[in-house]
């Protein structure tokens, strides 16, 4: 969603599978069929990413399929029989497949597109620019200012909600501070990474939480500070109604994709759905994806760890079995794939470090290694691709000892595939066994863009 210059027309129809050329579809007599509609887009130039035919200038495409690209003569020419109209629409433009974001998840914008941005780093809504600020006083003076504009709600409707804030960036966070910025309105402060929140006196007070709900390692009462699963298991269902009010949820949904399409993205992947309410958030999806003005293709994984918390085990893996029982064209779920976790969210320091850190805080655990390796292993019994959220050297060792744990249980069995996301910080030595292992990464770059010199 990051302000991007793309001085060209981000064009697509099946960007999964890369741009090329495919048989024409068939009929139940195995003659082409006839009935379907021929298009024939003309550019400039057509970008093709196939090493063995680079550039090209004509590409033609029926039902979402493309079925020849190349010369305008030799595009034609393959057409030859059919019927087919001629698009100069991109006669001067060029075109190139749609980009591929594979970790992206849309109930985040459901969330946080409606709330108000004020981040380290600009961010291109719909609605402007949301300029970045870096230093505690900028963010304190938007806050403020953020704040005292807000319009005049409905008592339920009463909230302020702000996502972006980085305590490397924007200093300390506390309920104390946040009640001096507003003590009649709910403040809540959601940090950069998602994975934390920071809410005042009349948040606590409006989501009925005391002291005694507070009992839990990853929460503080005296901040107001609640994250990992302090903040997915008590926070967030109380948080519920406000934050899952269909429409309001479903608008973010919408927005995020339609700036994630002026970005050129026409394919992403939810690795880990349902983030909070699966009925609610296919619905949301199913809805949105189908309509023409935000053409986007979704690809879904179930989330084991979030579906485990609150079903249990068994009863996650029924569920996560079933999920491409519910596919439509534009929305599915990847079959024999589940999302796990290890440790804490890197933009929140809270990956487990196998030398600890220079301050003296500690890392968290997402899943204890333990209960990560019970939960693995009936989904790695069952052939599936374990895709496993991973962040420090010690979150990434603990998935290493339980994967090779589990080759060795079945050395002559076709082994699943595993991939580790994330990745924000390993050894060499791992990374060597990573690939004897045959395990896949997907890392993350603005880790390294974003937090390289802090970190450093």
């Known amino acids: 969603m990051r302000s991007m210059t793309v001085r060209m027309v981000l064009f697509s129809i099946v960007s999964l599978l890369g741009i090329g050329c495919s048989d024409p579809p068939t009929g139940s007599n195995g003659e082409p069929a006839q009935a379907e509609r021929v298009t024939v887009y003309s550019a400039k130039q057509i970008i093709t990413m196939d090493p063995a035919a680079p550039v090209a200038t004509a590409v033609a495409v029926s039902e979402g399929r493309i079925l020849a690209v190349g010369s305008h003569h030799d595009v034609l020419a393959s057409l030859e029989g059919r019927e087919f109209t001629e698009d100069q629409s991109f006669a001067d433009k060029v075109l190139m497949p749609g980009f591929i974001d594979n970790h992206l998840h849309p109930y985040l914008a459901g969330i946080l597109v409606p709330t108000t941005f004020i981040a380290p780093f600009d961010w291109d ?44 960036w924007h200093g300390e966070m506390s309920r104390t501070y946040l009640n001096s910025v507003s003590s009649d309105l709910p403040l809540l402060v959601w940090h950069y990474s998602f994975h934390e929140v920071f809410m005042n006196d009349k948040a606590l007070e409006t989501l009925g939480m005391t002291e005694a709900d507070f009992d839990d390692p990853q929460m503080d009462w005296a901040t107001g500070h609640a994250w990992e699963k302090g903040l997915f298991v008590k926070v967030l269902p109380r948080l519920g109604p406000i934050l899952l009010e269909p429409i309001r949820f479903r608008t973010g949904i919408r927005d995020g994709f339609e700036m994630a399409q002026r970005n050129g993205l026409t394919t992403i992947f939810d690795q880990g759905t349902p983030g909070i309410d699966l009925e609610l958030e296919a619905e949301a999806l199913r809805a949105i994806a189908t309509k023409d003005d935000v053409p986007i293709d979704i690809l879904l994984i179930g989330n084991g760890a979030g579906l485990s918390l609150k079903l249990g085990a068994d009863n996650a893996f029924e569920v996560i079995e079933t999920l491409p029982n519910r596919n439509v064209d534009e929305v599915r779920y990847l079959p024999k794939q589940v999302k796990l976790f290890a440790d804490g969210a890197f933009y929140s320091q809270l990956m487990q470090m196998q030398e600890g850190y220079l301050d003296g805080h500690e890392g968290e655990w997402i899943l204890e290694p333990d209960t990560l390796e019970a939960l693995a292993r009936p989904y790695w019994n069952a052939g599936y691709t374990l895709h496993i959220h991973v962040t420090g050297d010690l979150g990434v060792e603990a998935a290493l000892v339980i994967i090779e744990r589990l080759q060795a249980e079945q050395p002559n069995a076709a082994r699943p595939h595993s991939v580790l996301h994330h990745f924000g910080y390993a050894t060499p030595e791992q990374a060597k066994r990573i690939g004897r292992l045959g395990i896949s990464v997907s890392a ?12 450093a």
């Open 125 to 168: 809504l719909l609605s402007g620019v949301a300029k970045g600020v870096q230093t505690q006083t900028a963010y304190r003076e938007r806050l403020t200012t953020a704040v005292s504009d807000q319009p005049d709600k409905s008592e339920d409707e009463a909230w302020f909600i702000t996502w972006g804030y980085h305590q490397y």
């Open 444 to 455: 993350n770059p603005y880790y390294l863009w974003a937090l390289g010199e802090k970190y």
